[in-house]
C-alpha cells in the first residue's frame, strides 16, 4: 500500500525558508486523482491544513500562509515538496504530508537561531 | 477564513455512545464541504476514519460513523472501546479552494 516518509532540516534559522520532502512508496504519484497536502501541528495544539497539490500540478494554499507557501511535486523522483519562507518560531511544529487517506509519520522541524 | 468549530472534550463510559460535531463559521455544513473525521492518538500521525461526510474507509472499525446532524457534520461512536480515547478532527472543504481543521474534540473512555 501507499506509504509516506517526509524528510529535511529539522532546524531551521529565522528568516530562512524551511524546505520539507515527502517521498510516496508503493504507488505512484501521479496515478489517480488525489489531492497531496501538507498539514503541520505545533506542540500540543491542533493540526493545520498549509496546502495541496493535485495530480495534475494545481495547487491550492492556506489563505493565512499563502505568501510564503509553495508546494511542488517531482513526478520523476515520486516526491512532492513544500516550501515555506521567512519562517519565524511560530512555524516550528510537526510537518506532516498526507494524501488525506494516509499520512506520513511526520517530522518536526523547529526555528531557532 | 472560515472557522470550525468542535466541542473541547467529551467523555464516554465504555460501551456507550457518543457524537462529536463539526460546525462552520459560514454558515450549515452540507455534503459540499465533503467533511473528514481523523483520529490521534499521542505521539501518533493522524489517522483517517471517515471522508466526504460519511464513507468510511477498510480499516475503519464499524462502530464509528459519519452524517450531516442539524446544520453540523457529525461522528458518532456507537460502543465505545478504551482504544477510541484519542483527538478527533473535522476538516472541510470551501470552495474546493481551501480547507480548514477543527479544533480537535478529546475523546475520553472512562
Known amino acids: 500500500q501507499v506509504q509516506l516518509q517526509e524528510s529535511g532540516p529539522g532546524l531551521v534559522k529565522p528568516s530562512q525558508t524551511l524546505s520539507l520532502t515527502c517521498t510516496v512508496s508503493g504507488g505512484?504519484?501521479?496515478s489517480g486523482s488525489y489531492y497531496w497536502s501538507w498539514i503541520r501541528q505545533p506542540a500540543g495544539k491542533g493540526l493545520e491544513w498549509i496546502g495541496r497539490i493535485y495530480t495534475s500540478g494545481s495547487t491550492n494554499y492556506n489563505p493565512?500562509?499563502?505568501?510564503?507557501v509553495t508546494i511542488s511535486v517531482d513526478t520523476s523522483k515520486n516526491q512532492f515538496s513544500l516550501k515555506l519562507s521567512s519562517v519565524t518560531a511560530a512555524d516550528t511544529a510537526v510537518y506532516y504530508c498526507a494524501r488525506t487517506d494516509v499520512w506520513g509519520k511526520g517530522t518536526t522541524v523547529t526555528v531557532s537561531s | 477564513q472560515a472557522v470550525v468549530t468542535q466541542e473541547p472534550s467529551l467523555t464516554v463510559s465504555p460501551g456507550g455512545t457518543v457524537t462529536l460535531t463539526c460546525g462552520s463559521s459560514t454558515g450549515a455544513v452540507t455534503s459540499g464541504h465533503y467533511p473528514y473525521?481523523?483520529?490521534?492518538?499521542?505521539?501518533?500521525?493522524?489517522?483517517?476514519l471517515i471522508y466526504d461526510t460519511s464513507n468510511k474507509h477498510s480499516w475503519t472499525p464499524a462502530r464509528f460513523s459519519g452524517s450531516l446532524l442539524g446544520g453540523k457534520a457529525a461522528l458518532t461512536l456507537s460502543g465505545a472501546q478504551p482504544e477510541d480515547e484519542a483527538e478527533y478532527y473535522c476538516l472541510l472543504s470551501y470552495s474546493g479552494v481551501y480547507w480548514v481543521f477543527g479544533g480537535g474534540t478529546k475523546l475520553t473512555v472512562l
Open chain 2, 37 to 48: 473525521w481523523f483520529q490521534q492518538k499521542p505521539g501518533q500521525a493522524p489517522r483517517t
Open chain 1, 28 to 30: 505512484s504519484i501521479s
Open chain 1, 64 to 68: 493565512s500562509l499563502k505568501s510564503r
